[in-house]
């Protein structure tokens, strides 16, 4: 029993604004700000003085960069272990916009609490980290279930690219807003005849409130719009509910055994998005530790300024990266679409694996990232929801979607991470994106006289 009119412009245009609440997460917490303030404190005291790059967790040391990479893979380990839970709860309920709610509040206090991240207690500072890891990708498993139930399979790709266009440009918004802050009113203490000071009123982990705020509050609109019911329940049996997810789960992998198109689609998307997905998770730190930035405390504003210079391209270019992919697949297609894409990835790869060493080597770097991130990601979700079968139990399939790219991404962060560890540097395991995008471009070959591409 569906409920939803599809093609509402009311109902996409709310569905599409949550991209626009979310996204600041990937962007100030995971790709821009956080990055640069987690370096910057784990590598300098107080005083500003460098302290290297060797940070003890857990007892262990190890290089701040690669402790970064695992905590994020932790995090995502756990979205896959309790997805499938909640899946389940929520197909039992035939409500999911509750899931999509808990994990868009949870995500954003998280977020938060990022304000008391600090060196000294480096575990318990990375606890928020994880939490709002959870809740941002556990929230896109309910809001991405909802396109084929909000649009029919020729709009998809319109709509999907919609959705990541207005969240690229609402999360530069907010970023700008936190940069002026940090700019133009940064707090900044020094001491006057023996005395402590203090000057302007903004720090940078006030950007960390700020994204929570955000994040919750524009998510209203959607949460206000989107119907509380999508379906009737699937299952109305209570025995058992905690494990339906899993039995649900093993139900799709059943059925994508005997779809040909969508099993091959899933095995290229498995390894192309690994590696877009860990370019995200470490682009800024590899400039960081990897761009000739010069030296001292001059150097060292140069380098965040110009990072964050770099994401801002990555975030213009990437809104209209969105369209034009979403453009170039009405005139050849989907699959030729991605490869394109696909393409573009691996020149960026071996570019910046032999090249770039310089700040303006790494612009360029940027603005073609920018260019074909958004669309790959906008592509692969509408291309994913057209190869589905007819059903109603779009949670679960998408469930099986995030899981299939949350292994790939916990193994993406992993490698390179490991690769980083015995190599000492970040440059080497550039090589292992190559061999994942070359995997995908490959795995999508078979696809390209699929009839509903």
């Known amino acids: 029993m569906q409920l939803i009119e599809k093609d509402n412009p009311k109902i996409i245009k709310a ?27 784990t590598t300098h005291n107080e005083a500003k003085e460098f302290l290297g790059h060797t940070v003890s967790f857990l007892g262990v040391e190890f290089e701040n960069q690669n402790i970064y990479s695992f905590v994020y893979a932790f995090a995502l380990s756990i979205v896959v272990l309790i997805t499938p839970l909640l899946s389940g709860i929520a197909d039992y309920l035939g409500n999911k916009k509750r899931f999509l709610q808990f994990f868009c509040y949870l995500g954003a206090l998280s977020c938060m609490g990022l304000y008391f991240f600090n060196r000294e207690h480096l575990e318990l500072s990375f606890i928020p980290f994880i939490t709002a890891t959870i809740g941002f990708w556990g929230s896109l498993v309910y809001y991405n279930s909802y396109l084929p139930e909000i649009a029919s399979p020729e709009h998809q790709d319109k709509v999907s690219a919609k ?32 005395v402590i000071v203090t000057s302007g009123f903004f720090k940078v982990k006030y950007s960390f409130l700020l994204v929570g705020l955000w994040w919750i509050g524009f998510a209203q609109y959607t949460f206000r719009v989107l119907p509380s019911k999508t379906h009737t329940n699937i299952d109305s049996d209570k025995n058992g509910i905690l494990y339906k997810g899993f039995k649900e789960l093993k139900g799709v992998w059943l059925q994508v055994k005997h779809l040909p198109v969508l099993k091959k689609f899933l095995s290229a998307y498995f390894f192309y998005n690994m590696g877009v997905q860990t370019i995200m998770v470490v682009a ?111 949670t679960s399939f998408f469930s099986f979607y995030d899981i299939v790219e949350k292994l790939g991404m916990i193994l993406g962060t992993v490698l390179f991470g490991v690769i980083s560890q015995i190599t000492g540097g970040m440059r080497q395991s550039i090589l292992s994106l190559i061999v994942f995008f070359v995997l995908g471009i490959l795995l999508l070959i078979p696809l390209l006289k699929s009839k509903r591409d």
């Open 15 to 41: 569905w599409t604004f949550y991209d626009w609440a979310n996204s600041v997460f990937p962007l100030v917490i995971t790709s821009a700000i956080f990055p640069n303030y987690y370096d910057y404190i």
């Open 163 to 194: 959705g990541f266009a207005l969240g690229y440009f609402g999360s530069s918004l907010l970023l700008i807003v936190c940069l002026i802050g940090i700019m133009v009113f940064k707090y900044e203490e020094h001491e006057v005849n023996g």
């Open 284 to 394: 800024v730190l590899f400039a960081r530790n990897e761009i000739d930035w010069g030296i001292g405390e001059d150097a060292e504003k140069k380098k965040t300024s110009a990072l964050i210079v770099s994401i801002l391209i990555i975030q213009f270019v990437g809104m209209a990266g969105s369209f034009l992919f979403s453009w170039l697949s009405t005139k050849i297609g989907n699959i030729k679409s991605l490869m394109c894409s696909i393409a573009i990835w691996i020149f960026i790869c071996v570019y910046t694996y032999t090249l770039v060493h310089t700040p303006m080597q790494f612009y360029v770097v940027a603005f073609l990232v920018g260019l074909v991130m958004g669309g790959i990601q906008a592509l692969s979700r509408s291309t994913y929801s057209k190869f589905l079968p007819e059903t109603e139990d779009h």
